[in-house]
């Protein structure tokens, strides 16, 4: 693994929010999803999954360039205005869990 990906920081959150919350949190992370797009260059993934049999439960991967684009995302009003709308919405408080990547079957980045 080469130094630039040990410098990359990857992390799951995992939430369940209300049912009656879902439609709210879906247009939400699409909005949220957008602006790290245009905003947020040091984000180089960010994907958001929704559970097949339960969709109030949510899965987000992202995959920050280092810990300052991290910080930046944490720090980023998107952040916080998706977070005003997420938090309310979850039965318990979002799981966040730090990961190494061990190996990948994904071409680099061009």
């Known amino acids: 693994m080469d130094e630039t990906m040990d410098q990359e920081i990857r992390q799951l959150a995992f939430y369940e929010v209300h ?4 439609v709210k949190v879906l247009a939400a992370v ?12 040091g984000t180089l993934r960010y994907e ?3 559970e097949r049999d339960n969709p109030a439960r949510f899965v ?6 280092d810990a300052a684009a991290d910080q930046a995302h944490s720090d980023a009003a998107e952040t ?5 709308i997420l ?12 990961y190494r ?3 990948t079957n994904a071409h680099p980045f061009l």
Request: with cysteine; proline share 9%.
């Open 30 to 41: 699409e909005e949220f999803v957008t602006e790290i797009r245009l905003k947020q260059p």
């Open 60 to 65: 987000h991967l992202f995959v920050f360039r």
């Open 101 to 103: 990547q061990v190996a």
């Open 48 to 50: 958001v999954w929704q």
């Open 19 to 22: 049912p009656e919350a879902i």
């Open 80 to 84: 916080k205005k998706f977070a005003s």
């Open 87 to 98: 938090y309310p919405a979850c039965l318990e408080p979002v799981k966040f869990v730090d």
